[in-house]
C-alpha cells in the first residue's frame, strides 16, 4: 500500500492529505467514515489535534481501535445527532457524502456539531461519466465509479455544481474548494469554477456555517 | 508443590491470592446511608506489578462471578470465569499487566456479605447485612487500590454488573482510571431487568427452607429457591438463535416425549443441570443483595437524568462493547452510554460485537470481542508508556 502512487511521501493517501492540510494543529477533529482511522492517526501524530471518528464497518473500527484511536461504530445518518452543538473544530465527511441516505440533513449536522465541515466527494459531472453515458446509454461503470447500479453503495451521485448549489441553500460558506484530477492531485482550477464541473474527478470543500 | 495443573498456572500466572480487611476494621460509610465494617475483601492478583505501578488492570465481575477470573473455582473445579480473556499471552496479558480482580461487597467467596460473621453477634449477618450498591462495591475496590500501593488503574474492565461497576469507577474516580471498558453493560438498570431479578428473589423467599433469611442458623439451605433463581436469570444470559442452535426441540435420552413432567427436553435438563450446580457454590442471600445492588444502578438518576454530566471533562479513555443480540443489555443500552460520553467529550470507542450468544458472549471465546479488547489495550499501553511484551504473537 505505501508505494501505491496515490500515496505521498509521508505514507499517507493523497487525498486525506490534502484535507489535513486545511486542518489547524492542535484542533478537535470529527472523522466520519474514518475507515481504518489512517487520517486521525496521522493528524494525532503530526498536528497533535485531538480525534475521533465513527465508521460502519467492524473491521475498520477494530483496526482504528487498535490504534489507540477513539472511533465509535455508527454511521454518518444516524448518529451525528447525538453529538452536542460545536463539540468539534473540523468535521470531515471523506468520499462518503454520495453513500449517505439523507446528504443534506448530514451536512448540516456536520456545520451543526462542527465550525467547520470538509466534504470530499466523486464528481458525477466529470467528462468520462457524462461520455460514458452519452455514448453507451448506461450507468457508468470504469475505474472511477467501479460498481453496477445495482450494487452500489453509492445512491446519492451529485456533481460539482449540485453540491455548490446545495451550499448555498443551506447558507454555507465555502472557505476552500479543491478539484482533484485521477491521480488525487490538486488541479489548477478550484471546484467552483466551470472547469472543475467537467474535469474534475473528485472535490474537496472546506465548508463554514 | 505438588505439580497439579491448577498450581503449574498458579505459578505461571504469579497467582497471589488474599483478603483485606479494609482501612484497618473502621467502617465504610455506604450509599444507604448505614456504616459498616469491618470491611473484609477477597481477591486476587495475576502477573507482576511494574516499577511506577502503571500496569495494573482492575477486572470487576458479574451477579455470580467472583475472584476466581483465572484460577480454577475451589468449588466447582471449573477454570476461572475469565479464564478465556486473562492469562499468560491472552488478551489481558499477564505477563505484561497486574490483574487485580476481588470479590464484591455482598458477595459469598470472601468478602464481606450476608454469609460473613458479625464480630458482634458472632453469627452470620444474614438479613443484618446493610444492603449495598454498585457505588458502594467500586468504593471497596478503590480501597483495596489504595491497600496495594496503587494511585491508578491502567484499565478497569467488566461485563454486565462489572461493566456498571467500570462506568461507576470513571464517573467518581477518574482521576484513577487511565482506560475503562464497559462490557455489555448500561447506566441505568431497565424496568424489565429489575423484574426478572424480582423473579429470582420472590423464588428465593418462597422456598420454606430460606426460614426468613436464618437458613444458616436453621442448618437449612434454600436450593430449590436459588437454583430457580438460577434457571429463570440463566435464560436472560441466551438467545433465542443460541438455544435453537444448541437444544432446539431435542429430547433428553428418549425417543419421544413422556406425556409426564420429567425433563423431556435437552433445555430442560440443561437449564436444572445450571440451576443445581449454581447452588453448590453459591449463597442464597448474597443473591438478594446483589441483584438489588443492580436494581438500584441509575447513573442518569443521580445527575439530573443527564448521564453525561457523570463524565464532563473526563480524563478517562472508554471503550464500550455490546453484542448483537444480547437483550439483557441490549446495545442500545450501550449506544446510551456512548452518546452521554459523546456529549461529554469523552474519548470513547465503541464497537457492537455480531454475536448469536446472547449476554453470555462477554464470557465466551468470541474473536471479534477479544481483537476489540487487545487491540484497545494495545493503542492505550502505547499511550500509557507500558512496554508491550509479547509483540507479535
Known sequence: MAAAPNHSATGIRIDLKIIAEMIDDGSRVLDVGCGEGELLAYLQEHRGIDGRGMELSMQGVQRAVAKGLAVIQGDADADLVDYPDDAFDYVILSKTLQATRNPRAVVEQMLRIGRHAIVSFPNFAHWRTRLDLALHGRMPVNELLPYSWYETPNIHFCTVRDFIELCRELGVRVKTSLSLDAAGEVQRFTADSRWANLFGVDAVFLLEK | ?393
Open chain 2, 1 to 393: 508443590m505438588d505439580a497439579t495443573p491448577g498450581n503449574d498456572l498458579s505459578r505461571r500466572l504469579n497467582a497471589v491470592e488474599d483478603t483485606v480487611t479494609l482501612c484497618g476494621g473502621m467502617p465504610l460509610a455506604l450509599d444507604s446511608g448505614a456504616s459498616f465494617g469491618p470491611v473484609d475483601i477477597a481477591y486476587h492478583t495475576y502477573g507482576h506489578l511494574n516499577a511506577d505501578k502503571s500496569n495494573a488492570i482492575v477486572v470487576c465481575h458479574a451477579l455470580t462471578g467472583d475472584q476466581y477470573a483465572v484460577l480454577p473455582h475451589p468449588v466447582t473445579g471449573k477454570p476461572g470465569w475469565w479464564s478465556s480473556l486473562i492469562g499468560p499471552g491472552k488478551v489481558i496479558d499477564t505477563d505484561v499487566y497486574y490483574v487485580i480482580c476481588s470479590n464484591v461487597i455482598g458477595g459469598c467467596m470472601g468478602s464481606s456479605g450476608p454469609r460473613s460473621t458479625n464480630p458482634e453477634t458472632g453469627q452470620p449477618y444474614m438479613l443484618d447485612f446493610p444492603v449495598v450498591t454498585v457505588a458502594d462495591m467500586v468504593r471497596a475496590q478503590v480501597l483495596l487500590l489504595d491497600h496495594l500501593g496503587i494511585d491508578q488503574a491502567f484499565a478497569v474492565v467488566g461485563g454486565s454488573m462489572g461493566g456498571m461497576q467500570v462506568l461507576q469507577w470513571a464517573a467518581a474516580y477518574p482521576e484513577r482510571v487511565f482506560c475503562a471498558l464497559p462490557i455489555a453493560t448500561c447506566a441505568r438498570y431497565s424496568a424489565q431487568n429489575i423484574a426478572f431479578d424480582e423473579v429470582g428473589r420472590q423464588a428465593i423467599m418462597a422456598d420454606l427452607d430460606w426460614c426468613g433469611g436464618r437458613y444458616l442458623l436453621e442448618g437449612k439451605n434454600p436450593h430449590k429457591g436459588l437454583a430457580v433463581a438460577r434457571m429463570a436469570a440463566h435464560i436472560t444470559y441466551l438467545s433465542e438463535a443460541a438455544l435453537t442452535r444448541k437444544f432446539g426441540r431435542k429430547l433428553q435420552g428418549k425417543d419421544r416425549i413422556g406425556y409426564g413432567f420429567e425433563a423431556d427436553f435437552e433445555v430442560e435438563s440443561y437449564l436444572r443441570h445450571q440451576g443445581s450446580t449454581f447452588v453448590e457454590r453459591f449463597d442464597a442471600n448474597s443473591y438478594l443483595y446483589i441483584t438489588r445492588a443492580m436494581d438500584y444502578f441509575d447513573m442518569p438518576g443521580e445527575h439530573d437524568g443527564h448521564l453525561a454530566k457523570a463524565f464532563r471533562g473526563t480524563p478517562v479513555h472508554f471503550c464500550v462493547i455490546s453484542f448483537s443480540s444480547d437483550w439483557l443489555f441490549p446495545t442500545r443500552d450501550s449506544q446510551a452510554i456512548v452518546r452521554a460520553l459523546n456529549a461529554a467529550a469523552a474519548s470513547v470507542s465503541f464497537v457492537e460485537v455480531q454475536s448469536d450468544k446472547g449476554h453470555d458472549a462477554f464470557l465466551l471465546d468470541e474473536p471479534e470481542f477479544h481483537d476489540t479488547v487487545r487491540g484497545f489495550l494495545a493503542g492505550m499501553a502505547e499511550r500509557r508508556g507500558i512496554a508491550a511484551k509479547t509483540e507479535g504473537r
